[in-house]
């Protein structure tokens, strides 16, 4: 049974910077895609960072480029979201999600099959 976890989400000022943790279990191999993505109240679920197998090809979305970096350590399971310049429209519930098969990485929610329970972020003003 696939379990994602985040962790490290929590309070910042604007400006800021935070470390989001995904720690995957069950998982019977490395080669699945990974992506953050985030959800506002009353906004729908959006794409974030995706991030290839291997790690060396990753996609941001327009309004996080040049601020955040996502990476994985395939050895520990784990994914990361660096967050720095935080900003207060950063405010979200940050999930981390998983392709189920091998395929590229996708900023389509739809295209993942395994989701965590999300982690709060919430940066003041």
């Known amino acids: 049974q696939v379990q994602l976890v985040e962790s490290g989400g929590g309070l910042v000022q604007a400006g800021g910077s935070l470390r989001l943790s995904c720690a995957a279990s069950?998982?019977?191999?490395?080669?699945?895609?990974m992506a953050w993505f985030r959800q506002a109240p009353g906004k729908e679920r959006e794409f974030v960072a995706a991030?290839?197998?291997?790690?060396?090809?990753?996609y941001y979305a327009d309004s996080v480029k040049g601020r955040f970096t996502i990476s994985r350590d395939n050895a520990k399971n784990t994914m990361y979201l660096q967050m720095n310049s935080l900003k207060p429209e950063d405010t979200a519930v940050y999930y981390c999600?998983?392709?189920?098969?091998?395929?590229?990485?996708?900023?389509?929610?739809?295209?993942?099959?395994?989701w965590g329970q999300g982690t709060q972020v919430t940066v003041s003003s």
């Open positions: 999600a998983v392709r189920k098969h091998y395929a590229p990485w996708s900023t389509d929610r739809n295209d993942y099959g395994y």
């Open positions: 991030i290839n197998w291997s790690g060396d090809n990753t």
């Open positions: 069950g998982l019977t191999n490395s080669v699945n895609a």
